[in-house]
């Protein structure tokens, strides 16, 4: 008889090829002439200011920081028991990287996609 408790999982296409879920924290960083684009796997994170925070300072450090999960439900731990814990457990967390060179942090434009994915351009200071 197969343990009931773990649920099968199936995976096809471009899921096959990667891992299971998007990690929480996995950063992308690209480059143009005159900016740099960063995109955050932010899954769980709610689209709203209160949860998140992106600092970007001039030397071209960022700081992100925010809370993953509904923390309501992290508070009733005996309503569910996971038995499968690919997801990034509930509660606040802090990334932070640096980019490959210096920025004008106030020239920077955000879009919270609806996939989890924080997308930022910021342009890149002048020598």
Do not use: W
């Amino acid at each position: 008889m197969e343990n009931q408790d773990k649920p099968v999982v199936v995976l096809t296409g471009t899921a096959k090829e990667g891992k299971a879920g998007l990690p929480l924290g996995t950063v992308d960083i690209g480059r143009s002439e005159n900016a740099y684009l960063f995109r955050v796997g932010l899954p769980g994170v709610r689209r709203n200011a209160r949860d998140l925070k992106c600092d970007i300072h001039a030397d071209g450090r960022v700081h992100i920081e925010g809370v993953a999960g509904d923390a309501r439900i992290v508070k009733d731990k005996s309503a569910y028991d996971m038995k499968v814990k690919q997801l990034c457990p509930s509660g606040p967390f802090t990334i932070t990287f640096g980019l490959p060179g210096p920025v004008d942090p106030r020239l920077s434009f955000f879009n919270f996609r609806g996939d989890g994915v924080l997308e930022v351009v910021v342009l890149s200071k002048s020598p």
